[in-house]
Nanobody, 125 residues
Framework: QVQLVESGGGSVQAGGSLRLSCAASGRSFSDNAMGWFRQAPGKEREFVAAIEWSGRNTHYADSVKGRFTISRDNAKNTVYLQMNSLKPEDTAEYYC??????????????????WGQGTQVTVSS
């Protein structure tokens, strides 16, 4: 079992920055591939970014590439999402997720076994 708790959401103006954190507990954090997804009202939950267990490899959705950075600190059992140059279209509920480390980088929702409760990000123009 893995428990995930996100924090760091809020309201910012376009062009601003936010840093999301996701604290994990349960099984060894390095056993988890981690990812961030987001869901806007009336839309499907979509992939944002993923990081494999060591932190050496990452992958991003095209819509956030160059603006968002995913990272992890295995000593602190935490994964982060640094979001810069935010746009109104980034407004959504953001969720972190944990999957099996053996999959490496995970972009598919169905391969994530555990999800946090979400944190709201609102970007105004």
């Amino acid at each position: 079992q893995v428990q995930l708790v996100e924090s760091g959401g809020g309201s910012v103006q376009a062009g601003g920055s936010l840093r999301l954190s996701c604290a994990a507990s349960g099984r060894s954090f390095s056993d988890n591939a981690m990812g961030w997804f987001r869901q806007a009202p009336g839309k499907e939950r979509e992939f944002v970014a993923a990081i494999e267990w060591s932190g050496r490899n990452t992958h991003y959705a095209d819509s956030v590439k160059g603006r968002f950075t995913i990272s992890r600190d295995n000593a602190k059992n935490t994964v982060y999402l640094q979001m810069n140059s935010l746009k109104p279209e980034d407004t959504a509920e953001y969720y972190c997720a944990a999957g099996e480390a053996r999959y490496g980088i995970i972009t598919l929702r169905r391969l994530y076994n555990y999800w946090g409760q979400g944190t709201q990000v609102t970007v105004s123009s």
